[in-house]
């Protein structure tokens, strides 16, 4: 049904087969690369044992990370010679996205009070900013120009409600499932958080299929987010998702209002951070289990944030006679449960490591405190036995020791 969906959709642009343009070319080559390093990544992890798979996790961890930022560098280098940007939307969105990722390095270094309300108020003014700016753009009709559409065909109140209620619950769950979590943000965590959201944002752009109006099928793009929050917690997972969702609004710009921005960029991959909800859950025996029931509400929520953003947004494009919450709902059908599918499925295979597991583990658990060496207590002891044996005697104690 969904696959019979997407072959019907007309505009739906498959990468992996796209070779007409230079750009299209160089897409595509990158798109099978990446698949030929992935499934060589794969045949090693499973071939490799004992310690030797401990430190082929390392180095290629290393590797990847060095390979990902390539890939985003090339990709984001396309994406602006191709497509060209819009300063009042660009600008803004780049200057929030600086303020967020100097705040982290900040913080992986300085993680004081005073450094961490210094930062929030910053990336708070560049976010509010931001906002201003996607006010601007659709009060002037530029974006509804832009997007083919007129002011009474977008539901500006629904948006709001809906991105303000969606924010809710997603927030709310997050707090919920992540109340056991009693760690901050430490260097561990900011460093794999800003791996993980590379990663997510390279396999973003291996696109199997991209979809007319915004979406696309990629090779488990979600995987590295839903990882991170597995791993560190839905509370920690839904803010990397959210950093991740205005990265994102780089690469599939539609943007035609700010409460839609919300629904379809930062709140939608916001959702995913839920991925690790049922991490910590005793009952579920098995992590695959686990991450496939939290993989599934992650999606879900993704699903409903795009589905309120196509109904209220963009149900001008509805079919003829075809009502916009039923268009929505197809759309959104066509290639949501696919990405949820290939990333079920990538999850399962990866968590089936044992190597890998306790590698999460030794990198997500809180670092110990550090105890004294046994030399020192034994220097210690002796400077006690040393200040008690300087102590005066009592004149009894003398007499006696006389005798």
């Known amino acids: 049904m969904f696959l019979g969906n997407l072959l019907d959709e007309e505009g739906a642009i498959w990468f992996p087969l796209e070779f007409g343009t230079p750009f299209d070319a160089i897409r595509a080559v990158l798109f099978w690369v990446s698949v030929l390093y992935i499934a060589v990544g794969l ?34 280098i396309l994406a602006f010679i191709e497509d060209g940007i819009k300063p009042i939307l660009f600008y803004p969105i780049l200057v929030l996205i600086a303020v967020v990722a100097a705040g982290g390095v900040v913080l992986f270094f300085n993680r004081s009070k005073a450094a961490l309300i210094a930062i929030g108020c910053a990336a708070g003014a560049a976010l509010i900013a931001t906002f201003v700016c996607m006010g601007v753009n659709y009060a002037n009709g530029s974006a509804l120009e832009d997007n ?93 998702g959210f950093i991740y969702g205005i990265l994102q609004a780089f ?52 699903f409903l944030s795009a589905y309120l953003s196509g109904v209220f947004a963009f149900g001008a494009f509805a079919a003829e006679g075809r009502p916009a919450w039923l268009h929505s709902l197809i759309y959104q059908a066509t290639y949501l449960p696919i990405e949820l ?19 999460m583990e030794r990198i997500a658990s809180p670092a110990k405190p550090v105890k004294a060496a046994p030399v020192q207590e034994a220097a210690a002891s002796s400077q006690e036995a040393q200040a008690e044996a300087a102590i005066p005697e009592t004149p009894a104690e003398a007499k006696q020791a006389q005798k």
Request: a positive charge.
């Open 43 to 76: 045949i090693l992890l499973i071939a490799i044992r004992g310690e030797g798979r401990k430190k082929f996790l390392r180095v290629g961890g290393i590797v990847t990370v060095i390979y990902t930022a390539a890939l985003c560098l090339v990709f984001l």
């Open 148 to 240: 083919w559409l007129t002011e009474d065909q977008v539901n500006t109140v629904a948006l709001y409600v809906s991105a303000v209620v969606l924010a809710l619950v997603i927030i709310g769950a997050a707090f919920l499932f992540g109340r056991k979590d009693k760690t901050g943000w430490n260097s561990r965590s900011l460093a794999f958080a800003a791996v993980c959201i590379a990663m997510s944002f390279a396999l973003s752009y291996l696109k199997v299929v991209e979809m007319p109006q915004g979406g696309s099928i990629t090779i488990a793009s979600m995987l590295p987010l839903m990882i991170f929050s597995y791993m560190f917690g839905t509370r920690k997972g839904v803010f990397a």
């Open 251 to 302: 690469q599939d710009t539609y943007i035609l209002h700010p409460a839609q921005f919300l629904l379809d960029y930062p709140l939608a991959f916001a959702a995913i951070g839920l991925a690790g909800m049922f991490a910590h859950t005793d009952s579920l025996r098995y992590p695959q289990l686990k991450f496939t029931l939290g993989a599934i509400v992650a999606v879900v929520g993704r």
């Open 341 to 359: 599918v290939i990333v079920v499925a990538a999850g399962c295979i990866v968590l089936s490591s044992k190597a890998f597991l306790k590698e």
